[in-house]
């Protein structure tokens, strides 16, 4: 085999290699090392624990602020939400190997000076793969603030399952401090009313995004005979940026059916940011 099917070889076999198990198939949603069935329904256990802190927080926030039997926040109120789980992955290999060849020693000026004859080659192949899981859904508050969701999200029996690393799965979202720090300023400040007598048309939105990176890399040298391999680059770099993020958007409705054209519009607006923003840190 020539010299240079050998070098060609060690350049492209272990690329080859790392390039098969990563950055070319669908992320999955959920860590390597966390069970199977912690993957399989991690969009399912997020939605249904951001939905039982959303009742709470609807429910403590009509509590501690309503006055007698008028909610602060009116049953005929929606709330749009949007989760959204982005997983990217990605490996990129930098092969760098160098033909070396000893030559005999030459003279100069009647003293022996050793020769080397050295000839590098490099090779680079990276590859990315994203996966974006996205979800949309609609609520009128008088109807999830049934007892009957209350007392689900708080069955001792049938605990909400919160395993797994997403942090919209281990953290306590700030839903209800939000919602009562909003509502209390809309109390001191009121829009103007419009629509019909008594509907209230202030529009909030909420936002908490995750965002977890994960990088690692080798670089082994090594010497042979006659080649070499190894520098300052890594040979191999593998990352894995993980983004989970909620939209939740609280405004009127029409007939308790649809969102009000202005929750509709800011809703979009958010989510149209949220877009923009990812974009521009590469996420």
Known sequence: MKISQVLFALMVAPCSFFLNSCGVSPPQIAEAWEERDINNNMSSRIKQKIFC?????????????????????????????????????????????????????????????????????????????????????????????????????????????????????????????????????ARVLPSSIGGKEGQKPDVFSYEVKFIVVTNGSINPTWKLVRVSGGGSAPFLTTGRTRTHDLILTFGPSKGGLVPSDTAQQQALLQQQGSIINRSIQGR
């Open 53 to 185: 802190e959303l009742v709470d927080a609807l429910y403590n926030v009509n509590s501690d602020l309503s006055y007698g039997n008028v909610p602060i926040i009116p049953p005929s109120y929606s709330v749009q939400m949007v989760t959204t789980l982005t997983v990217e992955e990605n490996t990129g290999v930098n092969s760098t190997v160098t033909y070396n060849n000893a030559l005999p020693n030459g003279t100069d000026a009647g003293m022996n000076i050793s020769q080397m004859f050295n000839l590098g080659f490099g090779g680079n192949i990276s590859s990315s793969a994203t996966r974006i899981n996205t979800a949309y859904t609609f609520f009128i508050v008088g109807r999830i603030m049934d007892v009957r969701n209350v007392e689900r999200c708080h069955n001792y029996f049938d605990p909400i399952d919160t395993r797994g690393s997403s942090l919209l799965l281990q953290s306590d979202l700030g839903i209800y401090d939000y919602l009562k720090n909003e509502i209390t300023a």
